[in-house]
């Protein structure tokens, strides 16, 4: 799960330097925050273990029974998405450019009893087919993901290379209307669609609770339309046979969420519903 740098914080935001300078930023920022996510109750790391919980229960129904299949997860941070799909009965690779984050997936992977069924790879997403040498039954994107890409084209040939005949992609992301939003209140405050140059924001927020991460580790981020994601994928030769937009996310993206009794947050009782989310699943013929 990712975080949205939307306009520079009171300090300003470093300039624009480039996409090897983006990833490098991003890295560092991300490297910055694994420790405090492990140890956050947003992520409730040792309730999971506990608990046996699998995946959400929503991405399950789309997604459809995948013991015994091939699972990718790109951009899977510390893993804790992943790991619930292997105990769903899929053999599971995470993909993910933070050692750190890894390094912390494989130790909830043994701890969980998971490491059998599981690998996880640290490269960046476009790198991901030279990485893997592998394909898959199922691509799986969590939420918070794409936009730490520069162009949603270059992920969907990503996604088409690994997906074997037959094979399924399945995301579930933050809408780009929600991240074309301001903070404050439902107000359009930046581009909703994919630009040349990113939001870049250099301020400590994270979305999860627990201490602040020192700021300097610029986030670089761009946003994508639902109408550039789903032709990416379609032009790619996959079919796209369910769409959905949803009135929820699964982090406090606004402040004045409320968060319901499933762990979901939403727009306050009597507020004009915008999606927050989305869902799109895909196949390759």
């Not at 909830?108 to 960046?124: D, T």
């Not at 005949?165 to 399945?170: A, E, H, S, T, Y």
């Not at 909703?192 to 627990?210: C, M």
Request: net charge negative; glycine share 12%; charged share 20%.
């Amino acid at each position: 799960m990712g975080e949205r740098a939307g306009a520079p914080g009171p300090g300003g935001a470093p300039a624009w330097g480039g996409e090897e300078w983006a990833v490098a930023q991003n890295r560092a920022m991300w490297d910055a925050r694994v420790g405090i996510h492990v140890a956050s109750a947003f992520y409730d790391v040792e309730g999971w273990l506990r608990d046996g919980r699998g995946p959400r229960a929503a991405e399950a129904e789309i997604v459809g029974d995948v013991a015994g299949l091939d699972l990718v997860h790109l951009q899977c941070h510390f893993g804790l998405d992943t790991l619930a799909w292997a105990r769903a009965g899929a053999r599971v690779t995470g993909l993910d450019f933070s050692a750190p984050a890894l390094a912390e997936a494989r130790a909830i992977a043994e701890r969980a009893g998971l490491a059998g069924r599981s690998r996880f790879v640290c490269a960046e997403v476009y790198d991901a087919p030279a990485a893997l040498g592998s394909t898959y039954d199922v691509v799986y994107v969590s939420l918070g993901a794409l936009s730490w890409l520069p162009s949603v084209a270059r992920w969907a040939e990503v996604v088409a290379a690994l997906l074997r005949p037959g094979g399924r992609l399945f995301v579930h992301d933050v809408h780009p209307l929600s991240d074309a939003l301001g903070e404050d209140e439902l107000v359009v405050t930046s581009s909703y669609f994919e630009e040349p140059e990113p939001f870049v924001d250099d301020s400590s927020w994270t979305y999860t609770d627990g201490p602040l991460p020192p700021s300097g580790g610029a986030a670089v981020c761009w946003n994508h339309s639902l109408g550039e994601i789903v032709t990416a994928v379609a032009s790619r030769g996959l079919v796209v046979e369910q769409l959905h937009e949803h009135d929820y996310t699964t982090f406090g993206r606004f402040p004045w969420l409320v968060r319901r009794g499933d762990g979901t947050y939403a727009l306050p009782a009597g507020t004009p519903r915008v999606p927050l989310s989305f869902s799109l699943l895909a196949r390759r013929p």
